[in-house]
Each structure stands twice: as C-alpha cells, then as structure tokens.
C-alpha cells in the first residue's frame, strides 16, 4: 500500500501563498492519477484538485480555480499544491491521494495524516 506524506501547510495571512508537498517512496507514484482534498472543522472532506499520471490533465473544485495549481514530478515522486491569494475559508487540514483519475472522490488505499493549513484576516 503506497503510503503519502503531506507537508508544507502553516499559518499564514490572507492573501498569502503557501506550497503543499506530497512524497512517497512508492516506485509506482507516477503511473497513477493523484489529487488534493481538505477537510474543514466540522464539514465532509472535499475535492480540491486532481491531476492525471502524465501532469498533463488538471482539474480544480470552483472554489480555488485561479488561485491554486497542481502539479507533480514524478521523477521524484513528489505531488505538489501551489496556492496564492489565500482566503479565511481555505482553512482545513489538507490531504493528498491517488486515484483511478484525476476527478475520482474514492482513492486508492488510505488517508495520511495531513497538513494543517490556517488562514487569518
């Protein structure tokens, strides 16, 4: 079971930027689509990004379209979310996936811990 680690979320003031990273060890990271989700206090996780095996498909939820971008190296193995122009509303814990495609809500295997990302006013 590929296991993934999330890193790089803070604290951070609105309007700032923040990049999120996404590593595993797993030889097979690049042969599978992968995808962002977070989970705010007291709500359903949701869909943040998704993005195909090649980089070359990206898919964003309309609340971050324009402000966030997915990409990865798979020659590292590393999944990446840049955000700027961060609001109050994208405080959640944010947890990185693989998937069957890049818009899939199921993933493949388990959730890891996540990165605690918090925006103030």
């Known amino acids: 079971q590929m296991q993934l680690v999330e890193s790089g979320g803070g604290l951070v003031q609105a309007g700032g930027s923040l990049r999120l990273s996404c590593t595993t060890s797993a030889r097979t990271f690049g042969t599978y689509a992968a995808g962002w989700f977070r989970q705010a206090p007291g709500k359903e996780r949701e869909f943040v990004s998704g993005?195909?095996?090649?980089?070359?498909?990206?898919y964003y939820a309309d609340s971050v379209k324009g402000r966030f971008t997915i990409s990865r190296d798979n020659g590292k193995n590393i999944l990446y979310l840049q955000m700027n122009s961060l609001k109050r509303e994208d405080t959640a814990t944010y947890y990185c996936?693989?998937?069957?495609?890049?818009?899939?809500?199921?993933?493949?295997?388990?959730w890891g811990q996540g990165t605690q990302v918090t925006v103030s006013s």
């Open positions: 996936a693989i998937k069957d495609n890049p818009l899939a809500l199921d993933i493949l295997g388990a």
């Open positions: 993005i195909s095996w090649s980089g070359g498909s990206t």
